[in-house]
């Protein structure tokens, strides 16, 4: 079964807009880490941001925001003010806390293209 | 702090030959070191999960046979491609456990594996 789901394979946005990724998740774990990360076309993963399954509050790092709806299971990034720079893949990302694996698993990813 | 070097960043090898990739970290010791396989437009695809000083632990499906990770310090772990393919072609990231920043983990910055 897909842990996680990225349904838009891909998104527009004019420059100075805000965009809302959608990522939701499948985990029977109570104790879990959700991630986004940015890949560029040059292919590194850059961490954006991370939410744990107990934050009581959503995440924030700068223009990024976590919109975390725990019952729904759901965790989208919301860039705010898109800069042209922001054109990459995007990655939602779980970690199980509870099994001791460290492991990550990747949801299939959102390309984003920023426009002028 | 917490940064992982990959090498190198592309190769171009024949069939046949073996081809090794390094992921050294250099400000901390990863006891445990993730190797991911990205196809063309697709998601990040764990391979296996290397502990240092222990064998690797392969995801189901990847080969160990081909796919020889070796994890001998705390701060090198290695993938060899052997007797690679054209279908081997692909780019290959590390990431490191860390127990820092990012939440716990660092990529470092693939490789574009190309066989002709």
């Known amino acids: 079964a897909q842990k996680i789901t990225q349904t838009q394979p891909g998104m527009f946005v004019q420059e100075k807009e805000a965009v809302t990724l959608d990522c939701t998740y499948d985990?029977?774990?109570?104790?879990?880490?959700l991630f986004w990360y940015k890949q560029p076309s040059s292919g590194e993963m850059i961490f954006l941001i991370y939410?744990?399954?107990?934050?009581?509050q959503n995440a924030t790092e700068g223009r990024y925001s976590l919109n975390f709806q725990k019952a729904r299971k759901s965790a989208n990034l919301v860039i705010s003010a898109s800069q042209l720079g922001d054109s990459a893949m995007y990655f939602c990302?779980?970690?199980?806390?509870?099994?001791?694996?460290?492991?990550?698993?990747f949801g299939t990813g959102t390309r984003l293209l920023v426009s002028p | 702090g917490a940064v992982v070097s990959q090498h190198p960043s592309r190769v171009i090898c024949k069939s046949g030959t073996s081809v090794k990739i390094e992921c050294r970290s250099l400000?901390?010791?990863?006891?445990?070191m993730f190797w991911y396989r990205q196809f063309p437009k697709q998601s990040l695809m764990l391979m296996a999960t290397?502990?240092?000083?222990?064998?690797?632990?392969?995801e189901q499906g990847v080969e160990k046979d081909k796919f020889l990770i070796n994890h001998a310090s705390l701060t090198l772990s290695t993938l060899t491609v052997t007797s690679a393919h054209p279908e081997d072609s692909s780019f290959y990231i590390c990431?490191?456990?860390?127990?820092?920043?990012?939440?716990?983990?660092?990529f470092g910055s693939g490789t574009r594996l190309t066989v002709v």
């Open positions: 990431s490191a456990s860390t127990g820092q920043s990012n939440y716990g983990y660092t």
């Open positions: 985990t029977s774990d109570p104790s879990y880490g």
């Open positions: 939410q744990g399954s107990y934050d009581q």
């Open positions: 990302a779980m970690r199980e806390l509870s099994t001791g694996f460290q492991k990550l698993v």
């Open positions: 400000d901390f010791q990863a006891t445990t």
């Open positions: 290397s502990n240092e000083g222990s064998k690797a632990t392969y």
